[in-house]
């Protein structure tokens, strides 16, 4: 793969939380190559590591060794203005939307403090369009939900603001952390359309972080399959599915109940 | 469903509405009638704040507020447990002909107890003549039968993982050998492994027939598919859909079990083409009453009859639909899809 398809890639990452003989190692030695406009999932058990990788790529959480390589440049170990100017191209989603809000303000001053990560000065009047526009895009009319503070807005809907703000901001990868896990099934679909849009519409790079099996192979075209800190597979989502390698990976769709076979005999 | 086998749980017109502090009444169990038979393991299924918890604390009898109890009767192995004293159903109802295992099984134990002096604590209170030893007996040797370790009565809980906490609450709350257990969203904080070896504890209980009939509440349908032999689809308080497993996973009717199933995601080779549904709009106020079918609002196949009348459950080959178009879906052979929105 030439380097220009990469988006960002890590070099034997690694993070070790404590020390001495308590010394866990969460993420170990982690090589993984993103390419743009991929949507690509990493997913792993309770424990295995995987938000922690999500967060360190995320510039959230400080590597013990190994590098973080963004379009070209080492973003290891950027800090200040720079870092702003990566959270500009890397943004994410987390699991429960009500976390990520503060509870004070309405959803127009969440959506409008995003501007703070742009370096150019916008009028009120267009931030304010760009705002609506990005409202719309998730199927909100922005009149109806600008005011109202999260406590008044349903798991889905808190969901779909996060979104928004993606779309305001317009990184360039977007890391969902088990975006649809805290929503009914029935309307994970339109959040899982709403992340796939952007993809389309923006040409963002989507890395989804999942415990779920079934919606990482939905959604995916690679999977990462990590456990113990270790990438031990990746691959073609479908190859992966049809045709496991890794013992770990063939215990894990094993474990998975499924429709069609027989799930817990043995 | 085999006429010949005794009825072990039978629920009649249950009613149970919250009732709030400004004096309005959420019906969060409204009218729900089922029987489980003995050696019968059933499923319900439907999504969060459809009312499956609250109908599984309403079934024990034990209405504490805001629930109220409103109307009906649950005959458990024939006898009415509604309007008992709570002294004698804790006594000698929970526990011991039903128990009840959390959603949130995990923090059901007491932090700062070993686990054998918390089951020496809870079977004090149900049977105060029984001896520690016994006690401790009994506690070992059903760890044994059902695979735990039985060295983890020492441990504190802290000292378990997730999945061994949860295996741990369910052999305690099982001790006394109740006839029904209520499984409430016994899997959905742990990984799909651990998953696997609970629900494998809770099917040796019944297999064993160390407990005689389940009732497993999930919103996760593949699992019900494998342990369950009729699932009943729970939407706004209502059940909308009563029938054996397979015909309910794989030939729905009702069009919200449609979408329900529709929305399943397996890791199986063909889902990725799969178009998930997509309902409009969300469920039910339940603070008005609601004329009509309750799901008529995001349903593709609504009338205006729909919304004029009470539904009632419309009943064939020993399926339970509560839909007034089911001559309609029955004649369509394919499923229809719901809209996107």
């Given amino acids: 793969m030439s380097s220009n398809d990469e988006i960002i890639k890590t070099e034997n990452l690694t993070k070790v939380f404590g020390s001495g003989k308590k010394a866990i190692k969460a993420v170990d030695d982690v090589s993984i190559s993103i390419k743009k406009k991929e949507v690509i999932s990493l997913v792993g058990q309770s424990g295995s590591g995987k938000t922690t990788l999500a967060r360190m790529l995320l510039r959230l959480l400080k590597p013990t060794a190994g590098k973080i390589i963004f379009e070209g440049q080492d973003v290891t170990n950027i800090e200040g203005k720079e870092k702003k100017a990566y959270w500009r191209k890397v943004q994410a989603i987390f699991q429960d939307p009500y976390a990520s809000f503060n509870i004070f303000s309405p959803v127009k001053k969440v959506l409008l403090d995003a501007f703070k990560l742009f370096d150019n000065k916008f009028t009120k009047e267009e931030k304010w369009r760009m705002v609506c526009e990005s409202l719309e895009a998730v199927n909100f009319r922005p009149d109806e939900v600008a005011d109202k503070f999260p406590f008044e807005l349903s798991g889905g809907q808190r969901q779909r603001v996060m979104i928004a703000r993606a779309h305001l901001i317009k990184p360039e990868l977007l890391i969902a952390d088990e975006p649809t896990s805290m929503i009914d099934a029935n309307l994970r679909s339109g959040i899982l359309e709403l992340l796939l849009d952007l993809r389309d519409t923006e040409g963002t790079t989507i890395m989804f972080v999942t415990h779920d099996l079934g919606l990482a192979y939905y959604v995916s075209e690679r999977l990462l399959i990590m456990h113990e800190g270790k990438i031990v597979e990746e691959g073609e989502a479908d190859k992966i599915i049809s045709e496991p390698d890794h013992p770990y990976t063939k215990q894990l769709i094993a474990d998975v109940p499924k429709l069609s076979e027989e799930w817990l005999l043995e | ?341």
């Fill in chain 2, 1 to 341: 469903m085999e006429e010949s086998r005794k009825i072990m749980l039978k629920v009649d017109g249950l009613r149970a509405y919250y009732k709030t502090r400004s004096g309005e009444r959420i019906r969060a169990v409204d009218n729900i009638s089922f029987n489980l038979m003995e050696g019968e393991i059933l499923g319900i299924a439907g999504e969060s704040g459809c009312g499956k918890s609250t109908l599984a604390m309403a079934m024990s009898g034990l209405f504490l507020p805001p629930l109220t109890y409103e109307s009906g009767s649950v005959f458990l192995d024939g006898e009415n447990i509604i309007g008992k004293k709570e002294e004698e159903l804790r006594k000698k109802i929970l526990g011991r002909k039903y128990s009840y295992i959390p959603q949130s099984a995990m923090n059901a134990l007491n932090p700062t107890l070993k686990i054998k002096n918390f089951v020496i604590d809870l079977l004090k209170e149900h049977d105060p003549r029984m001896s520690k030893k016994k006690v401790l007996d009994l506690t070992t040797e059903r760890f044994e039968s059902l695979s735990l370790p039985p060295w983890v009565i020492d441990l504190y809980p802290l000292e378990l993982s997730g999945g061994m906490k949860q295996r741990v609450v369910i052999a305690v709350s099982t001790l006394m050998n109740p006839k029904v257990v209520v499984a409430d969203e016994p899997t959905s904080a742990l990984d799909v492994t651990s998953q696997k070896i609970v629900i494998k504890l809770i099917k040796e209980l019944f297999d064993e027939g160390i407990v005689k009939s389940v009732i497993f509440i999930t919103h996760e349908l593949p699992i019900l598919r494998h342990v369950c032999d009729r699932i009943a689809v729970m939407y706004a308080g209502e059940f909308v859909e009563i029938g054996e497993t397979e015909g309910i996973i794989f030939n729905p009717i009702h069009p919200y079990s449609q979408a329900l199933m529709q929305s399943i995601l397996v890791p199986e080779v063909g889902i990725k083409g799969k178009k998930l549904p997509s309902l409009p709009g969300s469920p039910p106020d339940l603070r008005k009453p609601i004329k009509g079918c309750r799901f008529a609002d995001r349903c593709y196949l609504a009338i205006e009859d729909c919304r004029k009348r009470t539904i009632g459950m419309v009943e064939f080959d020993s399926r339970k639909v509560r839909c007034i178009r089911v001559d309609h879906i029955k004649a369509k052979e394919e499923v229809v899809p719901h809209v996107q929105q």
